[in-house]
């Protein structure tokens, strides 16, 4: 299935190459800059039934847009960026459908099962949504954080999975070395998560074409969700019509509950 997002950066919807985002002026690469709101994204997405898309805060100066979004689209979108146990009940409240965590839990490079279980007492695990946004390092993929510069020693592995399935509704995986470059997934990425994923997941990075969309589905065995973002029109790409993706997702729907 498809699933929409709508990327913040400096108060606006931007699709971003995440391996260069780091502080303006330091080689942040941005692939598009949108004319249109958040909310606009959000009616659009209220509109054609997609639910389950991510908002995320990509640094400060956002929190307008997104609670903008969530009021466009109240109970349909996730939203992460700074999430933590003080604020996560006051997004659900704002219109969050999930929240999705990954630095507040984190910390030095190591999970803090202590703040994870804060969270998850703080808003439910049916609430939350824990993002292992990865990159690669040493033929393996470690789970990065603090807007996807540090590497912590969280490898992704079936195990890695199963154990923290336990704390959370879902998992939220960017591929961060191919994020917003258009190149494709990464198949090997999505090999591990697809074999070793016991709740519902969605894969983000490289998507640029609706085959990609056919392929994750295919083999996520119908828990792997599909995010695009540069490769898609509404997002300045030409990779995939944002009509065809909302078509895929009917025709799934068809094919479920004939």
Known sequence: MFRPCIDLHDGRVKQIVGGTLDTPGSGLRTNFISDHSAAWYAQLYRRDGLRGGHVILLGPGNEAAARSALDAYPGGLQLGGGVNADNAADWLQAGASHVIVTSWVFREGRLDAHRLDRLKRAVGRDRLVLDLSCRRRDGEYYVVTDRWQKFTDLQLTPQTLAELAAHCSEFLIHAVDVEGLCRGIDPELLAKVSAGCPIPATYAGGANCLEDLATVTRLGRGKIDLTIGSALDIFGGSGVR???????????????NP
């Open 242 to 256: 944002y009509e065809e993706a909302v078509a895929f997702n009917r025709c799934l729907r068809q094919e479920t």
